[in-house]
């Protein structure tokens, strides 16, 4: 067995720490002098805090992100889990729809939601004809864009997390005379469960800071970045500068608790 040669190693961590530094750099410093530049006018960020608009848009922002985040779990995980253990024909095909959404601007894809779920669209006109339905302007229309952006993101993590799951536990557990369904919930599920609340986390996560494919479908109610970005157009700067502060301290709050919830530990029994 060839081992690394301590001597040699600072000519290899030194400069991959530097470029390591020089990326976490890049998205520190940007945020550091946002931070600073809010709290260094406290009353533009009172004044942010106290105003109603602003703050129905951010509560509507994690409301659909949650929802959106919920069904890309229920949906998403599903199809990872097919993708993960089981070779079918079109297999790659699929896989390919599922990035798909990756690719496309978020712009375009808004105007393909729209399509489907607008005033006239596919889906849209009926549903709303029959059972009073309307995605155009409202929570289930951006939910559905949100959906389409970010839940590729948990159908890719769960899969990773899946694959990540030694199969030799399943097939003990099969061999045990445990079922299908009963390997999946007490086996697979306890194993992965970090893996699959990180990826709906992600999808969460894309969710919140939509921004393109919402705002065709829904530029009213705005969610907390169109309506970060209309305030930049009417007033400048300052006003967008708060409100944007205040979705950074409450998205790093999420995040803080379900990192300490995947943290915890969980018994396979």
């Known amino acids: 067995m060839i081992m690394p040669n301590p001597k040699r190693q600072p000519a290899v961590t030194l400069p991959l720490a530097l470029l390591a530094s020089l990326f976490l750099a890049s998205i520190v410093i940007p945020l550091a002098v946002m931070s600073i530049r809010a709290l260094s006018s406290p009353e533009e960020l009172k004044e942010a805090i106290l105003n109603a608009t602003i703050r129905n848009a951010i509560i509507l922002s994690f409301e659909a992100g949650a929802i959106t985040a919920a069904l890309s779990g229920i949906f998403g995980i599903p199809l ?9 024909p079109g297999r790659s095909l699929v896989q390919a729809v599922v990035d798909l959404p990756l690719t496309v ?6 105007i393909a939601v729209l399509f489907v779920y607008g ?5 849209g006109e009926p549903l709303q004809q029959i059972f009073g339905l309307r995605f155009w302007g409202s929570l ?33 557990a099969r061999s045990l005379g445990a079922g299908p369904w009963s390997t999946l919930w007490r086996v697979v ?16 996560a894309r969710a919140v800071s939509e921004f393109g494919s919402v705002v065709i479908i829904a530029y009213y109610p ?46 396979l029994t």
């Not at 005033?119 to 889906?123: A, F, H, N, T, V």
């Open 80 to 88: 990872a889990w097919l993708l993960s253990r089981f070779r079918f």
């Open 105 to 110: 601007p978020h712009v375009v894809a808004g």
């Open 119 to 123: 005033r006239q669209g596919l889906l």
């Open 140 to 172: 289930p229309g951006i939910v559905v864009a949100m959906l389409f952006v970010s839940a590729p993101y948990t159908v890719s993590a769960a899969r990773i997390a899946f694959d990540g799951v030694d199969r030799r536990f399943e097939k003990v």
């Open 189 to 204: 599920l306890p194993i992965s469960w970090r893996g699959l609340l990180s990826a709906v986390t992600l999808s969460y």
């Open 222 to 267: 705005m969610t907390a970045p169109v309506k970060i970005y209309d305030l930049f157009l009417r007033f400048g700067l300052p006003q967008a500068i708060a409100v944007s502060f205040l979705v950074l301290v409450l998205s790093m709050a999420v995040f803080f608790i379900l990192n300490l919830i995947s943290r915890k530990p969980r018994s």
